[in-house]
């Protein structure tokens, strides 16, 4: 239950990221809310979550989802650059955290 918890919470993060742009520095309400609300699950199910995965590990794959998420985001809704660098440092990302989960 604790490594689901975390990726719905790596996820979240992924959210109240691009909510935070779309906020445009807290000056629009809604995204601003849901930045707040994303944070506050996400960060709730971090805390959940490392009750019981160790904090290197549950942290590294919180970080790894978001980050990957945030990043593909923006290639696929923003316009962000989607090279094959980019792309293959997502995939080192991506086996760095399922190598942790491996390795728990």
Known sequence: MAWLVLIVSGLLETVWAVALE??????????????????LFSMG???????TIPIGTGYAVWVGIG??????????V??????????GCLLLIVSGVVGLKVLH
């Open 22 to 39: 779309s906020s445009k520095g807290f000056s629009r309400l809604v995204p601003g809310l849901v930045f707040g609300v994303a944070l």
């Open 45 to 51: 199910g971090l805390a959940y979550a490392m009750r």
């Open 67 to 76: 980050a990957v998420g945030t990043a593909l985001y923006g290639m696929a």
């Open 78 to 87: 923003l316009g962000d650059p989607a090279t094959v660098a980019r792309i």
